[in-house]
């Protein structure tokens, strides 16, 4: 079965430094990744994902994550921290064995950044 | 463009009332639909998806029960609730066919049960 991890329960980092937020991912077969974040008592948004292609991968927010086959990791970053970008973050992969419809969720790190 | 309305935002409810949360999702058609729990602000815990109309699969035994009444329809219920069911209920849908499609979520009800 796939899983993630997300080795940090919390990540902290000042204003203007660059930030990184750690996954690994177990699967049979090509990976489908995600990166989520989530804002106090709301809904989780998409950053990006990756299928294919390149490793490095660019979604909302001037977030990037490099996908890294032989580490077996897909960790989250981002060149300058902002407060705004304080959150919950959530690393997922899309479970293939049962028809690619179950995402699963790692435990989630939060970001503290701080001014 | 795609929404998804989940209700409510918040609510508590005593032990042993029943439950009813109700999830709907705009501007697409027979999209999987997923009910998650969030326990303290943490991961998440997939419960149920739905493939269509009347088809639930439950990922862990428990209290609450899922229906799809209609295409776009998903609600999330319990006969009795008990204080373990406490928790941020999150509603999300995704689209067919492909498998790299990723999930959207609507806004969350944080259930407490007193």
């Known amino acids: 079965a796939q899983s993630v991890a997300q080795p940090e329960d919390q990540v902290n980092v000042a204003e203007g430094n660059p930030l990184t937020v750690k996954c690994t991912y177990s ?7 995600f990166w989520y974040v989530q804002y106090p008592n709301r809904g989780l948004q998409f950053l990006l994902k990756y299928i294919t292609g390149d490793n490095l991968v660019k979604g909302s927010y001037g977030f990037e994550a490099e996908f890294n086959k032989s580490q077996t990791s897909f960790h989250l970053k981002k060149p300058s921290a902002l407060v705004s970008d304080s959150a919950l973050y959530f690393c997922a992969v899309r479970e293939l064995n049962t028809g690619g419809f179950k995402t699963i969720f790692g435990a989630g790190t939060r970001l503290f950044v701080k001014a | 463009s795609q929404t998804i309305h989940q209700w409510p935002a918040t609510l508590v409810q005593p032990v042993g009332s029943p439950l009813s949360l109700e999830c709907t999702v705009e501007g697409t058609s027979n999209p ?24 639930i ?36 849908w995704s689209v067919k066919g492909p498998t790299n499609t990723e999930a959207f979520f609507g806004q969350g009800t944080r259930l407490t049960v007193v």
């Open chain 2, 32 to 55: 999987n639909l997923y009910w998650y729990r969030q326990a303290a602000g943490r991961g998440l815990q997939l419960l149920f998806y739905s493939v269509g109309i009347g088809q």
């Open chain 2, 57 to 92: 699969s439950s990922e862990v035994p428990q209290n609450l029960s899922a229906s799809r009444p209609q295409d776009r329809q998903f609600i999330l219920s319990s006969k009795k609730l008990l204080l373990s069911d406490s928790g941020f209920y999150l509603c999300a």
């Open chain 1, 27 to 33: 699967v049979s077969g090509n990976p489908y990744l």
